[in-house]
């Protein structure tokens, strides 16, 4: 079968978030740069891709996927990766609630930052909005203070196991670490310890090291 398209900057968080996942099950794939510079990812053919006129899109065959977290599970439950723990109900269910706490309350205050940080200087010639970037440090504190808990009760996210949910913290942790507000981390150990323990996979390095690192 021919290599699974990945359509999407590879410095794309939600296109690093497929990428962990390929590389976790060693599934061959293609990057296919989409050039959002000059909005193609708004245009066909990548709007019958992503009808949001967003990366990533996916192809596996004349499978077509758009949302990240979706395409991630769907690489994992090919290749019948343990990551979402679908053997057993339970830890099933809180890798799901853990992957939608990433999804809503992590993402949900790191999207701000990244784009104040890294996006608008880097590719808009902007400045960033350090309003912007206060207020969602302060929604990010609120998550970590409850991932602070969580990891004193378990060693990662929804058990004593790493699962999806873990990794998909992944790619906007990379860029938190990259940034001028890494030092947020310093009030909460325990999730320190669970970052530096994702961030030691071997399919998290491979990814990272394909991506030249931000400055931040
Ligand atoms: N929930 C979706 C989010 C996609 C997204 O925001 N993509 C951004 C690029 S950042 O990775 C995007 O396409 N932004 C341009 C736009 O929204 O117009 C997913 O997980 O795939």
């Given at each position: 079968m021919a290599p699974a398209k990945v359509y999407g900057p590879a410095m794309s968080t939600n296109v690093m978030r497929i990428l962990v996942c390929l590389e976790e099950v060693g599934a061959e794939y293609e990057v296919v740069p989409v050039d959002m510079s000059t909005g193609e990812h708004k245009r066909p053919p990548h709007i019958s891709r992503n009808p949001f006129g967003q990366v990533p899109a996916f192809e596996d065959g004349d499978l077509t996927l758009f949302e990240s977290r979706a395409i991630s599970k769907y690489i994992l439950r090919k290749h019948g990766?343990?990551?979402?723990?679908?053997?057993?109900l339970s830890e099933s269910a809180m890798v799901d609630v853990w992957l939608e706490v990433e999804s809503s309350h992590f993402d949900g205050a790191m999207s701000p930052i990244i784009f104040q940080c890294f996006i608008v200087p880097m590719f808009m010639g902007g400045a960033t909005d350090i309003g912007v970037v206060n207020e969602s440090l302060e929604k990010l504190k609120k998550a970590l203070e409850v991932y602070e808990a969580q990891l004193s009760k378990s060693k990662y996210l929804a058990g004593d196991f790493i699962s999806l949910a873990d990794i998909s913290h992944f790619p906007t942790v990379y860029y938190l670490l990259a940034?001028?507000?890494?030092?947020?981390?310093?009030?909460?150990p325990r999730v320190k310890a669970w970052i530096d323990d994702v961030m030691q996979r071997p399919s998290v390095k491979k990814v990272t090291e394909a991506l030249k690192m931000p400055s931040a």
């Open positions: 990766s343990d990551l979402l723990r679908e053997s057993n940034s001028a507000h890494a030092s947020v981390l310093e009030a909460y």
